[in-house]
């Protein structure tokens, strides 16, 4: 019996089910470095970032509906292993003047992987004409974008501090 090739619309789907994975798993992540940050910026930032998490999900929700699909999530390990790196920089440097820097760092890894896969998808579902997933997810990527370019920004005065 042969095996039907998958095409783009079964790694569009399969990328979708990671990322929903993904995103949910930040929003655990996000209180405990929003608890273990010191600079009052930084823990804003994760504050802002973790209802934005919030509202990615229901896009993503929407984003099946659109597909006919009902959500779903295949384990991601690579968000995984970028949050368990996160954990073990948290309790390396707890109380240490360059916690918050690597903080910033952890936090922006997991923006980047973000980046990556929502850009990916984006183009995807326009190749594949599926407009309101595009939207969405277009939607997605300049809050991520967003995200990164503030972090960069508070990393400046921070990673000052850290040197200090």
Request: aromatic share 6%.
């Amino acid at each position: 019996m042969a095996v039907k090739e998958k095409g783009l619309l079964e790694l569009f789907v399969h990328t979708l089910k990671d990322v929903y994975f993904a995103e949910n798993e930040i929003t655990k992540a996000l209180p405990k470095m929003i608890k273990a940050a010191t600079n009052k910026d930084l823990k804003a930032g994760f504050e802002k970032h973790l209802k934005q998490t919030q509202e990615q999900i229901e896009r993503l929700d929407q984003a099946f509906k659109s597909l006919d699909m009902k959500p779903a999530a295949v384990p991601c390990e690579a968000i995984k292993g970028i949050l368990k790196e996160g954990d073990e920089v948290a309790d390396e440097f707890d109380g240490s003047k360059a916690l918050d820097a690597g903080l910033i760092a952890a936090a922006q890894a997991v923006e980047h992987y973000e980046i990556s896969r929502y850009g990916a998808m984006h183009a995807w579902a326009e190749q594949l004409d599926l407009t309101e997933a595009a939207e969405l997810l277009h939607e997605t990527l300049s809050e991520e974008e967003e995200t990164d370019q503030l972090l960069t920004e508070l990393a400046s005065a921070i990673n000052e501090e850290a040197a200090a």
